[in-house]
Protein backbone atom coordinates (compact mmCIF):
# COMPACT_ATOMS: atom_id res chain seq x y z
CA UNK A 1 0.00 0.00 0.00
CA UNK A 2 0.92 3.93 -0.08
CA UNK A 3 1.13 5.96 2.97
CA UNK A 4 1.69 9.76 2.11
CA UNK A 5 4.86 11.04 3.72
CA UNK A 6 6.11 14.38 4.58
CA UNK A 7 9.57 14.26 3.92
CA UNK A 8 10.46 18.15 3.72
CA UNK A 9 8.81 21.47 4.55
CA UNK A 10 6.14 21.72 2.46
CA UNK A 11 7.00 18.34 0.64
CA UNK A 12 5.24 14.89 0.86
CA UNK A 13 5.47 12.34 -1.53
CA UNK A 14 3.90 8.83 -1.69
CA UNK A 15 6.00 6.19 -0.37
CA UNK A 16 5.30 2.22 -0.83
CA UNK A 17 5.18 0.05 2.78
CA UNK A 18 3.49 -3.54 3.53
CA UNK A 19 -0.07 -3.25 3.91
CA UNK A 20 -0.82 -3.59 7.63
CA UNK A 21 -1.86 -6.61 9.64
CA UNK A 22 -4.05 -7.42 12.53
CA UNK A 23 -1.78 -8.07 15.47
CA UNK A 24 -4.54 -8.88 17.71
CA UNK A 25 -8.07 -10.17 17.85
CA UNK A 26 -9.26 -6.62 18.89
CA UNK A 27 -7.54 -5.10 16.15
CA UNK A 28 -8.86 -3.42 12.67
CA UNK A 29 -7.87 -2.63 9.59
CA UNK A 30 -9.77 0.28 7.80
CA UNK A 31 -9.35 2.58 4.70
CA UNK A 32 -9.69 6.07 4.65
CA UNK A 33 -12.21 7.77 2.62
CA UNK A 34 -12.29 10.76 3.23
CA UNK A 35 -9.51 12.40 4.74
CA UNK A 36 -8.26 16.45 5.59
CA UNK A 37 -5.58 18.06 7.15
CA UNK A 38 -5.86 20.04 10.79
CA UNK A 39 -3.82 22.68 12.45
CA UNK A 40 -1.08 19.89 13.28
CA UNK A 41 -0.83 18.65 9.75
CA UNK A 42 -0.61 22.30 8.67
CA UNK A 43 2.18 23.42 11.31
CA UNK A 44 4.33 20.25 10.19
CA UNK A 45 3.66 21.00 6.48
CA UNK A 46 5.43 24.96 7.42
CA UNK A 47 8.07 23.08 8.94
CA UNK A 48 7.16 24.13 13.04
CA UNK A 49 7.15 20.95 14.52
CA UNK A 50 10.15 19.64 12.97
CA UNK A 51 12.46 22.71 13.15
CA UNK A 52 14.77 22.53 16.12
CA UNK A 53 14.32 25.38 18.47
CA UNK A 54 15.17 25.74 22.28
CA UNK A 55 11.79 25.87 23.38
CA UNK A 56 10.01 23.20 21.59
CA UNK A 57 10.86 19.96 22.93
CA UNK A 58 9.54 17.44 20.74
CA UNK A 59 10.60 18.49 17.39
CA UNK A 60 10.35 15.35 14.71
CA UNK A 61 12.63 14.18 12.28
CA UNK A 62 11.23 13.40 8.40
CA UNK A 63 9.93 11.14 6.90
CA UNK A 64 7.41 10.13 8.30
CA UNK A 65 3.32 9.47 7.65
CA UNK A 66 0.91 11.92 8.15
CA UNK A 67 -2.35 12.82 8.39
CA UNK A 68 -4.91 12.60 11.90
CA UNK A 69 -8.23 13.57 10.76
CA UNK A 70 -10.38 11.08 8.79
CA UNK A 71 -13.80 8.61 7.97
CA UNK A 72 -12.72 5.44 6.87
CA UNK A 73 -14.51 2.28 5.92
CA UNK A 74 -13.59 -0.63 8.03
CA UNK A 75 -12.03 -3.46 6.02
CA UNK A 76 -11.08 -6.19 8.21
CA UNK A 77 -11.67 -7.03 12.39
CA UNK A 78 -10.36 -9.28 14.67
CA UNK A 79 -12.87 -11.99 16.37
CA UNK A 80 -13.08 -10.16 19.74
CA UNK A 81 -13.80 -6.54 17.82
CA UNK A 82 -18.07 -6.29 18.80
CA UNK A 83 -18.75 -2.71 18.06
CA UNK A 84 -17.84 -2.83 14.18
CA UNK A 85 -18.16 -4.59 11.20
CA UNK A 86 -15.98 -4.81 7.85
CA UNK A 87 -18.37 -2.32 5.15
CA UNK A 88 -19.16 0.38 8.49
CA UNK A 89 -17.90 3.85 7.90
CA UNK A 90 -16.23 5.12 10.87
CA UNK A 91 -14.55 8.25 12.24
CA UNK A 92 -10.85 7.41 13.32
CA UNK A 93 -9.52 9.67 16.61
CA UNK A 94 -6.21 11.24 15.85
CA UNK A 95 -5.24 9.27 19.36
CA UNK A 96 -4.50 5.88 20.13
CA UNK A 97 -6.49 5.10 23.63
CA UNK A 98 -7.14 1.60 24.67
CA UNK A 99 -10.09 2.31 26.65
CA UNK A 100 -9.70 0.66 29.53
CA UNK A 101 -6.66 2.70 31.84
CA UNK A 102 -7.71 4.64 34.57
CA UNK A 103 -7.29 8.12 31.97
CA UNK A 104 -9.15 6.68 29.48
CA UNK A 105 -11.92 5.75 31.98
CA UNK A 106 -12.16 9.39 33.00
CA UNK A 107 -12.02 10.69 29.58
CA UNK A 108 -8.33 11.46 28.96
CA UNK A 109 -7.82 9.89 25.95
CA UNK A 110 -4.80 11.97 24.96
CA UNK A 111 -3.15 10.50 27.73
CA UNK A 112 -3.82 6.68 27.10
CA UNK A 113 -1.57 4.46 29.47
CA UNK A 114 -1.28 1.58 27.85
CA UNK A 115 0.81 3.33 24.97
CA UNK A 116 3.81 5.73 24.97
CA UNK A 117 3.07 9.16 26.01
CA UNK A 118 1.62 10.88 22.89
CA UNK A 119 0.84 7.84 20.69
CA UNK A 120 -0.92 9.27 17.40
CA UNK A 121 -1.68 9.31 13.89
CA UNK A 122 0.12 11.04 11.85
CA UNK A 123 3.35 11.98 13.58
CA UNK A 124 6.03 9.59 15.82
CA UNK A 125 6.00 11.12 18.67
CA UNK A 126 4.65 8.19 20.78
CA UNK A 127 5.77 5.66 18.27
CA UNK A 128 4.85 5.31 14.74
CA UNK A 129 0.75 4.11 14.35
CA UNK A 130 1.41 5.49 10.84
CA UNK A 131 -0.71 8.27 9.38
CA UNK A 132 -4.43 8.75 8.10
CA UNK A 133 -3.62 9.98 4.79
CA UNK A 134 -2.94 6.25 3.76
CA UNK A 135 -4.28 3.57 1.37
CA UNK A 136 -4.74 1.64 4.80
CA UNK A 137 -4.47 2.01 8.44
CA UNK A 138 -4.34 -0.34 11.57
CA UNK A 139 -6.65 0.59 14.94
CA UNK A 140 -5.73 -0.88 17.81
CA UNK A 141 -8.17 -0.94 20.80
CA UNK A 142 -10.47 -1.12 17.95
CA UNK A 143 -13.98 -1.22 20.47
CA UNK A 144 -12.59 1.50 22.19
CA UNK A 145 -11.70 3.76 19.38
CA UNK A 146 -13.82 3.81 16.37
CA UNK A 147 -16.91 5.75 16.65
CA UNK A 148 -19.67 5.06 13.80
CA UNK A 149 -20.52 7.16 11.67
CA UNK A 150 -24.38 8.03 12.29
CA UNK A 151 -26.77 7.68 9.43
CA UNK A 152 -27.12 10.78 6.91
CA UNK A 153 -24.32 12.20 7.79
CA UNK A 154 -22.28 13.01 4.86
CA UNK A 155 -18.52 11.68 5.44
CA UNK A 156 -16.66 14.75 3.64
CA UNK A 157 -18.49 17.06 5.87
CA UNK A 158 -17.37 14.65 8.77
CA UNK A 159 -13.97 14.37 7.83
CA UNK A 160 -12.58 16.45 10.93
CA UNK A 161 -14.53 14.72 13.46
CA UNK A 162 -11.40 12.74 14.20
CA UNK A 163 -10.08 16.15 15.74
CA UNK A 164 -11.29 19.86 14.65
CA UNK A 165 -14.62 19.08 14.92
CA UNK A 166 -14.78 17.62 18.10
CA UNK A 167 -12.30 19.33 19.68
CA UNK A 168 -14.45 22.79 18.49
CA UNK A 169 -17.49 20.95 20.34
CA UNK A 170 -15.59 20.90 23.47
CA UNK A 171 -14.02 24.10 23.28
CA UNK A 172 -17.26 25.56 23.19
CA UNK A 173 -20.42 23.90 23.98
CA UNK A 174 -20.20 22.43 27.68
CA UNK A 175 -19.18 26.19 28.48
CA UNK A 176 -22.63 27.23 27.19
CA UNK A 177 -24.33 24.49 28.91
CA UNK A 178 -23.05 26.18 32.37
CA UNK A 179 -23.20 29.93 31.04
CA UNK A 180 -26.61 30.12 28.41
CA UNK A 181 -26.18 32.89 26.88
CA UNK A 182 -22.75 33.79 26.80
CA UNK A 183 -20.71 36.02 24.64
CA UNK A 184 -18.17 34.43 22.77
CA UNK A 185 -14.81 35.62 21.55
CA UNK A 186 -13.31 33.77 18.78
CA UNK A 187 -9.68 34.83 17.54
CA UNK A 188 -8.94 32.32 14.74
CA UNK A 189 -6.95 31.25 11.40
CA UNK A 190 -8.75 28.69 9.97
CA UNK A 191 -11.28 26.04 10.37
CA UNK A 192 -11.68 25.21 14.19
CA UNK A 193 -12.93 28.61 14.99
CA UNK A 194 -15.00 29.02 11.86
CA UNK A 195 -16.39 25.20 13.33
CA UNK A 196 -16.72 27.18 17.29
CA UNK A 197 -19.23 30.01 15.40
CA UNK A 198 -21.29 27.21 13.74
CA UNK A 199 -21.59 25.62 17.11
CA UNK A 200 -21.60 28.72 19.13
CA UNK A 201 -24.88 29.76 17.27
CA UNK A 202 -26.33 26.16 17.38
CA UNK A 203 -26.43 26.31 21.51
CA UNK A 204 -27.46 30.04 21.96
CA UNK A 205 -24.18 32.38 22.19
CA UNK A 206 -26.16 35.73 22.65
CA UNK A 207 -23.30 37.34 20.47
CA UNK A 208 -20.13 35.60 18.76
CA UNK A 209 -17.02 37.81 17.44
CA UNK A 210 -14.76 36.00 15.04
CA UNK A 211 -11.54 38.00 14.29
CA UNK A 212 -9.39 36.73 11.79
CA UNK A 213 -7.49 38.49 8.97
CA UNK A 214 -8.84 36.59 6.14
CA UNK A 215 -11.91 37.89 4.31
CA UNK A 216 -12.99 34.62 3.04
CA UNK A 217 -13.23 33.07 6.64
CA UNK A 218 -14.97 36.26 7.94
CA UNK A 219 -17.36 35.84 4.96
CA UNK A 220 -17.82 32.29 6.25
CA UNK A 221 -18.40 33.31 10.07
CA UNK A 222 -20.93 35.65 8.91
CA UNK A 223 -22.70 33.40 7.74
CA UNK A 224 -22.72 31.58 11.07
CA UNK A 225 -24.25 34.55 12.55
CA UNK A 226 -20.68 35.51 14.12
CA UNK A 227 -19.45 39.66 13.76
CA UNK A 228 -16.18 39.70 12.63
CA UNK A 229 -13.41 42.02 12.53
CA UNK A 230 -9.94 41.36 11.02
CA UNK A 231 -7.93 42.33 14.33
CA UNK A 232 -9.24 44.01 17.51
CA UNK A 233 -7.45 45.46 20.40
CA UNK A 234 -8.35 43.87 23.93
CA UNK A 235 -11.98 44.18 24.46
CA UNK A 236 -12.37 44.79 28.34
CA UNK A 237 -14.88 43.07 29.89
CA UNK A 238 -16.43 41.95 26.45
CA UNK A 239 -16.51 38.40 26.47
CA UNK A 240 -17.83 35.50 28.73
CA UNK A 241 -15.82 32.47 26.82
CA UNK A 242 -12.74 33.42 24.26
CA UNK A 243 -11.59 30.41 21.86
CA UNK A 244 -8.67 31.12 20.52
CA UNK A 245 -7.15 28.85 17.52
CA UNK A 246 -4.39 31.19 16.45
CA UNK A 247 -1.28 29.38 17.46
CA UNK A 248 -0.15 32.96 18.20
CA UNK A 249 0.70 33.82 21.65
CA UNK A 250 -0.09 37.40 21.21
CA UNK A 251 -3.21 36.42 19.83
CA UNK A 252 -3.94 34.29 23.09
CA UNK A 253 -3.04 37.48 25.12
CA UNK A 254 -5.81 39.41 23.47
CA UNK A 255 -8.41 36.72 24.15
CA UNK A 256 -7.72 36.46 27.95
CA UNK A 257 -7.44 40.49 28.39
CA UNK A 258 -11.14 40.71 26.48
CA UNK A 259 -12.64 38.27 29.34
CA UNK A 260 -15.43 39.68 31.92
CA UNK A 261 -15.12 38.50 35.50
CA UNK A 262 -14.00 35.16 35.75
CA UNK A 263 -14.53 34.36 32.51
CA UNK A 264 -12.77 31.22 30.62
CA UNK A 265 -10.59 31.09 27.90
CA UNK A 266 -9.96 28.06 25.71
CA UNK A 267 -7.18 27.75 23.63
CA UNK A 268 -6.27 25.20 20.62
CA UNK A 269 -3.18 25.34 21.36
CA UNK A 270 0.00 24.71 18.47
CA UNK A 271 1.77 27.66 20.20
CA UNK A 272 5.59 27.03 18.10
CA UNK A 273 7.07 30.49 18.83
CA UNK A 274 7.33 32.05 22.13
CA UNK A 275 5.31 34.76 24.08
CA UNK A 276 4.17 36.46 27.23
CA UNK A 277 1.08 36.25 28.54
CA UNK A 278 -0.65 39.34 30.67
CA UNK A 279 -0.58 37.18 33.93
CA UNK A 280 -1.46 40.31 35.93
CA UNK A 281 -4.80 40.89 33.80
CA UNK A 282 -5.45 37.28 34.32
CA UNK A 283 -5.04 37.56 37.90
CA UNK A 284 -7.28 40.81 38.25
CA UNK A 285 -10.00 39.21 36.37
CA UNK A 286 -10.21 36.08 37.45
CA UNK A 287 -9.40 33.96 34.30
CA UNK A 288 -9.47 30.72 33.23
CA UNK A 289 -7.07 29.47 30.77
CA UNK A 290 -7.21 25.92 29.22
CA UNK A 291 -4.69 24.93 26.50
CA UNK A 292 -4.51 21.16 26.19
CA UNK A 293 -4.15 18.15 23.17
CA UNK A 294 -7.40 17.13 23.13
CA UNK A 295 -9.05 14.21 24.64
CA UNK A 296 -11.32 13.72 21.65
CA UNK A 297 -12.39 10.06 21.71
CA UNK A 298 -14.35 11.01 24.92
CA UNK A 299 -16.56 13.33 23.05
CA UNK A 300 -17.09 12.61 19.54
CA UNK A 301 -19.84 11.02 19.75
CA UNK A 302 -21.59 13.87 21.28
CA UNK A 303 -20.21 16.23 18.51
CA UNK A 304 -21.27 13.54 15.79
CA UNK A 305 -25.16 14.08 17.77
CA UNK A 306 -24.59 17.77 16.82
CA UNK A 307 -23.86 17.30 13.32
CA UNK A 308 -26.83 15.04 13.08
CA UNK A 309 -29.01 17.26 14.81
CA UNK A 310 -29.62 19.39 11.41
CA UNK A 311 -28.86 22.60 13.63
CA UNK A 312 -25.22 22.86 12.44
CA UNK A 313 -24.27 23.32 9.09
CA UNK A 314 -19.63 22.10 9.22
CA UNK A 315 -19.82 21.13 5.07
CA UNK A 316 -19.74 24.63 4.82
CA UNK A 317 -16.16 25.00 6.34
CA UNK A 318 -14.69 22.10 3.37
CA UNK A 319 -12.79 24.60 0.92
CA UNK A 320 -12.23 22.32 -1.52
CA UNK A 321 -12.93 18.30 -2.58
CA UNK A 322 -10.29 16.73 -4.04
CA UNK A 323 -9.26 13.12 -5.51
CA UNK A 324 -7.07 11.11 -2.99
CA UNK A 325 -4.40 11.13 -5.96
CA UNK A 326 -4.11 14.56 -5.88
CA UNK A 327 -2.96 14.79 -2.22
CA UNK A 328 0.97 15.02 -2.93
CA UNK A 329 0.46 17.95 -4.90
CA UNK A 330 -2.71 19.95 -3.08
CA UNK A 331 -1.64 19.04 -0.08
CA UNK A 332 1.08 21.37 0.44
CA UNK A 333 -1.01 24.34 -0.98
CA UNK A 334 -2.65 26.34 1.00
CA UNK A 335 -6.63 26.14 1.60
CA UNK A 336 -9.09 26.51 4.39
CA UNK A 337 -10.08 22.79 5.06
CA UNK A 338 -9.25 20.67 2.22
CA UNK A 339 -11.12 17.31 1.52
CA UNK A 340 -9.46 14.12 -0.16
CA UNK A 341 -12.06 11.49 -1.53
CA UNK A 342 -11.15 8.36 -2.18
CA UNK A 343 -13.76 5.87 -4.58
CA UNK A 344 -15.66 3.66 -2.09
CA UNK A 345 -15.42 1.06 -4.82
CA UNK A 346 -11.77 0.84 -5.33
CA UNK A 347 -10.20 -2.56 -3.71
CA UNK A 348 -8.77 -1.37 -0.57
CA UNK A 349 -11.79 0.80 0.23
CA UNK A 350 -14.23 -2.33 0.06
Known amino acids: MRELTYVARHTVEWRETPDPKLRSDQEAIVAPVAATSGDVDSAIMAGHATRRQPHIKHSIDPPFALGHECVARVVDIGDAVTTVAPGDLVVVPWSISCGACDHCRAGLTAHCTSVPHMAMYGAPIGGSWGGLFSDLVRVPYTDAMLVPL??????????????????????????????????????????????????????????????????????????????????????????????????????????????????????????????ELPLLDMYLTGVTLRIARDNVRAHIPDALALAASGTVDPARVVSHVLDWEQLPDALPEKHLKPVFVRDATSPQAR
Open 150 to 275: PAGLDPVAMASASDNWSLSWRLVAPHLKARPGARVLVMARGSIGLYVCDIARALGASDILYVDPDPEHRRLAEGYGARTADAIEPIRHGFDLAVEATGRVDQLAIAVKSLAAEGICESAGNHFRPG
